[in-house]
């Protein structure tokens, strides 16, 4: 069974800056080849796609409400997806999600294409 686990998130302040990191479980999957994003939901909204980072690397997607500002990586030695968030808003308050796409070798901004998901970390952004 796949096993994600986020950490990072936090309490900052407008302007501020968090690194979110989220480590997959070894043996459960071949992480090198499976494209991973970042999902956000906030109180009373729908999930919300922020970032994704493409399996063979060098390509990433970002929401325009986010783009400019987040920053995704991964190392798949460590089994790990970044997410570094600078110039935080309070907008940006929610829980994120570090996502595993269902299918191997693919890439999307569609939230329903990722299977595997973690416990989410929560942020939050004071004005």
């Known amino acids: 069974q796949v096993q994600l686990v986020e950490s990072g998130g936090g309490l900052v302040q407008t302007g501020g800056s968090l690194r979110l990191s989220c480590s997959a479980s070894v043996g459960t999957f071949t992480f090198r080849l499976y494209s991973m994003g970042w999902i956000r939901q906030a109180p009373g909204k729908e999930r919300e796609f922020v970032a994704a980072d493409r399996w063979s690397g060098g390509i990433t997607l970002y929401a325009d409400s986010v783009k400019g500002r987040f920053i995704i990586s991964r190392d798949n030695d460590l089994r790990t997806v970044y997410l570094q968030m600078n110039s935080l808003k309070p907008e940006d308050t929610a829980i994120y999600y570090c996502?595993?796409?269902?299918?191997?070798?693919?890439?999307?901004?569609?939230?329903?294409?990722?299977?595997?998901w973690g416990q989410g970390t929560q942020v939050t952004v004071s004005s």
């Open positions: 996502a595993k796409l269902y299918r191997m070798g693919t890439f999307s901004n569609d939230t329903n294409q990722y299977d595997a």
